[in-house]
Nanobody, 124 residues
Framework: QVQLVESGGGLVQAGGSLRLSCAAS????????MGWFRQAPGKEREFVAA????????AYADSVKGRFTISRDNAKNTVYLQMNSLKPEDTAVYYC?????????????????WGQGTQVTVSS
């Protein structure tokens, strides 16, 4: 069973930065894509960013393009989300997720493994 553990969330002022990390409990032989999603109170979970196994292909939600950067270190079984120029509307619980394959998708249903989430709060 793969376990994902997020860290790095917190309270930050608008315009500030945070870096989220997601560590997998164990390395697997297969290649897989990773994604970040978020869910604000009263809203549905939404796609934020995704990255393929090599890191050569990424995807971002329009709302975070140019501000967020997803990256990964396969030797450490860890994926990161660097968040810059944060806005109050970025406030949400952020979840990392893992696919069975290395193909990127933006749909939450395509990701069978999820972390417990980390809270990001951006004050105005």
């Amino acid at each position: 069973q793969v376990q994902l553990v997020e860290s790095g969330g917190g309270l930050v002022q608008a315009g500030g930065s945070l870096r989220l990390s997601c560590a997998a409990s164990r390395r697997t032989a297969s290649a897989y894509a990773m994604g970040w999603f978020r869910q604000a109170p009263g809203k549905e979970r939404e796609f934020v960013a995704a990255i393929n196994w090599s890191g050569g292909s990424t995807a971002y939600a329009d709302s975070v393009k140019g501000r967020f950067t997803i990256s990964r270190d396969n030797a450490k079984n860890t994926v990161y989300l660097q968040m810059n120029s944060l806005k109050p509307e970025d406030t949400a619980v952020y979840y990392c997720a893992r696919r069975y394959t290395t193909v990127i998708t933006t749909t939450a249903h395509d990701y069978p493994y999820w972390g417990q989430g980390t809270q990001v709060t951006v004050s105005s």
